[in-house]
């Protein structure tokens, strides 16, 4: 009947109609350069600023310039570092530390935190205790790293996986624990269970939280290394830690400096990696703020 | 007609001892295979609860609940859609958990996504659709869960007024050309008279059967036709009175 197909279409127009107005025009992103512009430019003004007062302090006479030197001896200090391959061998020893440390603290930490939140007993049992655990200032764990494993390799690695674990630990639980109620419901009436539950709806729903672990983790264990790379010197090794430890000992102000810019890059580098993933995650997920 | 949801007698208690809560007190209910059931009741008048036991997320206290080994699918007022996967990986998922292959899953999401009018939006996220959308994405993944019966949750009561009006129509229009059993829960009682084939009408705590209303309204009906409209207006006095008992 041609009324009912008029009637069909009127229908179908009607809903794709209303998806069209509902979704709206697509918003502009704007030119990649002056997005790069718009990001980069509150970085280099904090830069300056820092950079700045440092030079005014240096101005100021408050100390004497050997032991508080200018930015620009610094800076040269540091060009002159980064051009000399011992340099990098050091900041490869270090960074091969800290990843073995990070990796070896999300192994563990998921393990507990998977173990933790699925096992009730488990949980009134060390929940807390990870908690507790991610208090610690992990320079205390030092003295006893020292009587466990000598001053070795073994030490730092120890105590830069209980500074990083608890944290992903943690992330990991409090990710299982929020999955929304709705979601379990829709899982469990489309016949989740065991294992194809936790890999179609609990570990993807727990990522976002995971990350954020995985992140303050990577904080943890980075701050960790470089209290165990000042304290454990390994014979024969020349790690960022050792090298400012060195700086120290023969009063070299511009060398420690430069070595705090180092590890400063190093930390904001290894962040903003983080915060990419993030984002990344967030944009997926449609987390993000208009 | 062959009756596919079969509820006897069923009352369902939550807690015990003097913190003990009747949600439903004696409820008896049939459906038959391609009605579309609406229960309606104010507040705390244990429909929701009732959905749960349907969908087996809840135990009966004491009777029976039938419901013959059948699938069920279930759709709530939020789309709860996965914002990890696409629109089409939402619609693939219950296809994956019954072991289709991905070819085949394909193919099936496309022609359910088709279904609601959705083609050609595979690849999005979830949170780039409307609610209204959302919730048509939410239907294509319940039909693709393959269930003899559809149980609906309010599944239209964040939406604006036009849209559910729309949607009202989609729904009566997939129900009948999928042959669907529909158990749908609302307060709204115009959209129960639009929709239903019966309104169940339940009382507030505990939730019993009031009255079982048949709906005879030639489809396709209009939420705003005088025949909706009056026989709206008679429920809802009923209801009123209801929960008029409730003052003290």
């Known amino acids: 009947m041609p009324t009912e197909v008029v009637e069909k279409q009127k229908q179908a127009d009607e809903v794709s109609g209303l998806d069209a107005l509902e979704l709206g025009p697509k918003k502009e992103k704007g030119a990649l350069g002056r997005r790069v512009w718009s990001s980069f430019w509150p970085k280099a003004l904090a830069i300056a600023i820092v950079v700045g007062a440092w030079q005014i302090v240096y101005l100021s006479e408050w100390r004497p310039a050997y032991v508080f030197p200018p930015p620009a001896d610094v800076f040269a200090e540091l060009g002159a570092l980064i051009t000399e391959p011992k340099f990098w061998d050091g900041v490869q020893l270090t960074m091969t530390r800290a990843l073995t440390g990070f990796a070896l603290a999300v192994a563990i930490g998921t393990l507990i935190g998977a173990a933790v939140s699925q096992f009730r007993p488990l949980r009134a049992a060390i929940g807390s205790l990870i908690t507790g655990l991610q208090t610690m200032p992990s320079i205390m764990w030092f003295p006893l790293a020292i009587l466990l494993f000598q001053l070795g390799e073994k030490a730092i690695l120890f105590v830069v996986v209980i500074g990083a674990a608890p944290s992903v630990a943690n992330g990991l639980i409090s990710g299982i624990d929020y999955v929304p109620r709705t979601w379990l419901r829709v899982g469990q009436v489309m016949g989740m269970r065991g294992i194809a539950k936790y890999r179609h709806l609990i570990l993807p729903a727990s990522l976002p939280s995971f990350v954020s672990g995985l992140k303050q983790g990577w904080a943890f264990s980075w701050r960790s290394l470089m ?38 890059v190093i930390g904001i580098l290894v962040d903003q990696f983080f915060n990419a993933a993030d984002g990344a995650l967030r944009k997926r997920w449609g987390l993000t703020g208009n | 007609m062959s009756t ?43 429909k929701s609860t009732l959905l749960s036991l349907v969908a087996g997320l809840d135990q009966i206290t004491t009777g029976t609940l039938d419901i013959g080994g059948r699938h069920v699918a279930l759709m709530f007022q939020e789309a709860a859609l996965f914002p990890w996967l696409s629109v089409a990986g939402n619609v693939e998922l219950p296809l994956k958990l019954q072991g289709v292959g991905r070819a085949d899953r394909r193919k099936r999401a496309r022609e359910l996504l088709e279904i609601v009018r ?70 709204n009682v115009r959209e129960a008279v639009r929709l239903g084939d019966r309104v169940i009408l339940l009382s507030s705590r505990p939730g ?20 909706v409209s009056g026989q709206a207006a008679e429920i809802t006095d009923r209801l009123r009175a209801e929960v008029a008992r409730h003052a003290n």
């Open chain 2, 118 to 187: 959705l083609d050609g939006f595979d690849d999005k996220r979830p949170h780039e659709l409307s609610g209204g959308m959302r919730q048509r994405v939410a239907l294509a993944r319940a039909l693709a869960q393959n269930a003899d019966v559809l149980l609906m949750d309010e599944p239209f009561g964040a939406l604006d007024a036009m849209t559910r009006d729309i949607l009202h129509d989609e729904l009566e229009r997939i129900w009948r050309e999928q042959e669907l059993t529909v158990l749908f829960v609302t307060h």
């Open chain 1, 227 to 264: 209290a165990g790379e000042l304290l454990v010197i390994v014979p024969g090794t020349v790690s960022i830690g050792v090298r400012m430890q060195t700086a120290r000992d023969l009063s070299d102000a511009v060398a420690v400096l430069a070595y705090i810019i180092v590890v400063l």
């Open chain 2, 4 to 46: 596919v949801v079969r509820i006897d007698d069923v009352t369902k208690q939550y807690g015990s001892g003097s913190n003990a809560l009747l949600a439903l007190d004696h409820v008896s209910l049939d459906v038959a295979q391609g009605e579309f059931v609406c229960l309606l009741g104010a507040s705390g008048c244990g």
């Open chain 2, 208 to 227: 019993r059967v009031i009255e079982d209303f048949k709906i005879g309204h030639p489809r396709p009906r209009r939420i705003d036709s005088p025949e």
